[in-house]
């Protein structure tokens, strides 16, 4: 089998979609595919090696008579079917659009995975540059796709009842997290606590900064523990500036929280394993999620988790952490004061934690990838 992989997102800044497009790639590489790295744009002198992969890879880039961004805006026939190169000659050739839409081949050898439909739920949470991108590529792409791929039931769901999908077309294929984040001993994280200056005690979140994250939800909630309770614990959140995060950092600025609440920016794996293993526990107060892969991450590192009650989060959850309406803050702060307090129930937690985590690996995912592949094949 030849896979034509979408890595595009790779050239981008980190996220959890090449999250997902490195990790798939490591994973499905044993199970004999010949796959090819796809990026969907002319470029030159791209560093392959800063796209952040441990095994030996090939690629190719569109080589069009026309800009890749005419094809695109155009989708006209002539433009479409444009590509100089031998793409889906062979007969057992698939080509996998890894971010929500596909490019626009002939062959309906082809699966996209549709990560969630925020833009067209919360549409308030989104740019408006990709809220524009996805209105027009992704009904298309969910149309002409062979298999969808969906990384919940609730975007399964989702996908069915807004962009009106048959059920058998969608196979559900959940994502994972990475092998870096397990339990780390006391010596490994009290290193990186000092290097990067980190308290020692703290909640933490991981994530883009960005409306759908409902962090404004979390800076109230500890606002209002913090002071009803006289709790002193800190809240660290580790992430890149999004967009409509101006707010936050006046939130806090307003109510003098600038000595409670440390935002680190982006951080590496080979970090942030550490800061999930420091943490009292994880939060998750997204008012919607395809999937989130932190959660799973820091249950991989035996970290209790409380979560919004809200899309795709209580299916990853599950019962093995706290689940909480989104904007109930008072509740928020009662809950995550509870487990601060209380040591046997987040020992308790953190036991439930790694037993969850077990259920999601990257080489499940991989394999039931895999496949779908040899199914679209017979199709």
Known sequence: MHLYLDAQPLLGARSGVSNYIRNLYEHLLPLELDIELFFN??????????????????HRFINSRYPYKIIRRLMHPNFLYDYPFDLFKQADSIFHGTNFTHNPVKSRKHVVTIHDLAYMIYPETTSEKIYKHHTKWVPYSAEKAAKIIAVSEHTKKDIIRLLHVPEDKIQVIPLAADQIYRPLDAEQVKAVKTK?????????????????????????????????????????????????YSPLFDFIQDNKLQSQVIFTG????EDLVAIYNGATFFVMPSIYEGFGIPIVEAMNCGV????????????????????????????WAQEMYSLINDSSKRAAYQSLSIERASHFSWEKTALETKLLYDKILTM
């Open 196 to 244: 990067l200056q980190l308290p020692e005690e703290y909640i933490l979140f991981v994530g883009t900064l960005e409306p759908r994250k409902n962090l404004m939800g979390l800076l109230k909630a500890f606002q209002h523990m913090i002071r009803e309770f006289s709790c002193d614990h800190k809240l660290v959140i580790v992430g890149s500036k999004g967009w409509k």
């Open 304 to 331: 209790p988790v409380i979560g919004s009650n809200v899309s795709s989060i209580p299916e990853v959850v599950g019962e093995y952490g706290v689940l909480l309406r989104p904007n109930d803050y008072e509740l």
């Open 266 to 269: 982006f951080i590496e794996d």
């Open 41 to 58: 744009r002319i470029a030159k002198n791209i560093p392959l090696e800063a796209l952040n992969l441990t095994s030996k890879h090939s």
